[in-house]
């Protein structure tokens, strides 16, 4: 009796020790300029820093069983975390190093992301538990399951963030912004916008803009509220369209107040909700910048 207690008892420890073992691994292959780098990984952590030009530099943990596979075509080179447990996938961590100019295309299941510092022409994100993002893309694509928090440095083309709760902080020059939250607020902060459309079901959106001069503004949300902090120039003509809220401007803004207006040289920004409230002022900005400059377009 006593040695089938033992027996038992050891083989329990050694089925534990089994399941919490992890493989490590390290590698890494070229990349060719042009090329695309394509990520995979559907449980677990995936983080994305700058490395050296001309190859990808992989660390991993995985779970037993688990293994890395690479493909490689003309324009891309792929790279696959493979799991034989498809219905249930379990966790991994990958840091991967990438090199300037590579474009990324990152799919990541239930897993997150933190990029941070990369340069590339064109950056496509989707799925995920939640991810942040830092760096100079031309343009971005990123469409998450949970909290998006996007940081765009330098100019930058057209961008697409979508995610339970978006924030994106964009400085310079920047094309078209195109945000949706799905269930909670949108926190955007742009420079100068080219046009911008941020929607949101029941999440308050709040805006702060560098320059409206030019821009085409459109924030909408169902019940949340709407608020714009003009740092630069006003736009020439702000458009309310709520069903049953208040629109709070300062009085010397009001003659902006159209009920409809074509976007000319001197901008539109246009406010629409159905419960939700809508205010527009002029807020103080950074050290060593031009204010707010009521009453000029």
């Not at 700058?50 to 037993?64: D, H, I, M, S």
């Not at 474009?103 to 496509?124: C, F, T």
């Not at 330098?154 to 994106?168: L, Q, S, Y």
């Amino acid at each position: 009796m006593r040695c089938h207690v033992l027996t038992s008892a050891c083989l329990a420890i050694l089925g534990l020790s089994a399941e919490a073992a992890v493989v490590r691994v390290a590698e890494e292959r070229p990349l060719d300029a042009g090329q695309a780098l394509h990520l995979r990984l559907e449980a677990g952590s995936l983080e994305v820093r700058p490395g050296e030009a001309g190859k990808v530099g992989l660390e991993a943990t995985l779970a037993p069983g688990q293994r890395v596979i690479w493909r490689e075509s003309v324009d891309r080179r792929v790279l696959i975390v493979d799991d034989p447990e498809r219905l249930s996938p379990r966790r991994s961590e990958l840091r991967v190093a990438v090199p300037a100019g590579a474009p990324l295309v990152i799919h990541l299941g239930g897993a997150s992301l933190d990029l941070q510092g990369a340069e590339a022409p064109r950056l496509v994100v989707r799925g995920g538990s939640g991810a942040r993002i830092a760096g100079a893309f031309d343009a971005a694509d990123v469409r998450v399951d949970g909290a998006l928090d996007l940081q765009l440095e330098g100019p930058t083309g057209d961008v697409r963030a979508e995610g339970r709760e978006v924030e994106v902080v964009a400085q310079g020059a920047i094309g078209s912004v195109a945000v949706d939250a799905v269930g909670g607020p949108s926190t955007l902060a742009l420079d100068r916008p080219r046009r911008v459309r941020a929607t949101s079901v029941s999440g308050a959106i709040t805006l702060r803009l560098g320059s409206a001069s030019g821009a085409d503004v459109v924030l909408e949300s169902l019940s949340g509220d709407l608020r714009v902090d003009v740092v630069g120039v006003w736009p020439r003509a702000i458009v309310p369209q709520l069903a049953t809220g208040d629109l709070s401007l300062p009085a010397a803004e009001t003659p902006r107040v159209a009920a409809g207006a074509a976007v000319g040289e001197g901008g539109r920004l246009v406010l629409r909700s159905f419960s939700g409230d809508a205010r527009v002022e002029g807020v103080a900005p950074p050290a060593g910048e031009p204010g707010p400059v009521p009453g000029q377009n």
